[in-house]
Nanobody
Framework: QVQLVESGGGLMQPGGSLRLSCTAS????????FGWYRQAPGKERELVAV???????RYEDSVKGRFTASRDRDWKTLDLQMNDLKPEDTAVYYC???????????????WGQGTQVTVSS
């Protein structure tokens, strides 16, 4: 069984920094897309940053230059360094992975439980 476990988040003042981490565990053959999404109250879930299996990373326009996604050597941990936080970054942040559990199985989508990030003075 695959699990995505998130850590980090919390309350931060505008201009501050937070770091989120997501670790994938279980039977995993390959992670094709590994990323972070967020959902603010009353809004749809949106992509924040996503890395693919060749380590190319794409960011949502509003976080470019402020957020950095990085994967560790075994490719099963994805961190999100968030700098210069703004009140509009307030949301529940979700880890997402599109992965296959064996060489013969189809890839599927997996989500973490979500972690709250609140930016407020």
């Amino acid at each position: 069984q695959v699990q995505l476990v998130e850590s980090g988040g919390g309350l931060m003042q505008p201009g501050g920094s937070l770091r989120l981490s997501c670790t994938a565990s279980g039977s995993i053959y390959a992670i094709y897309n590994f990323g972070w999404y967020r959902q603010a109250p009353g809004k749809e879930r949106e992509l924040v940053a996503v890395t693919n299996d060749v380590r190319s990373t794409r960011y949502e326009d509003s976080v470019k230059g402020r957020f950095t996604a990085s994967r560790d050597r075994d490719w099963k941990t994805l961190d999100l360094q968030m700098n210069d936080l703004k009140p509009e970054d307030t949301a529940v942040y979700y880890c997402h992975a599109y992965l296959s559990q064996t060489a013969a199985s189809d890839a599927e989508h997996y989500w973490g439980q979500g972690t709250q990030v609140t930016v407020s003075s």
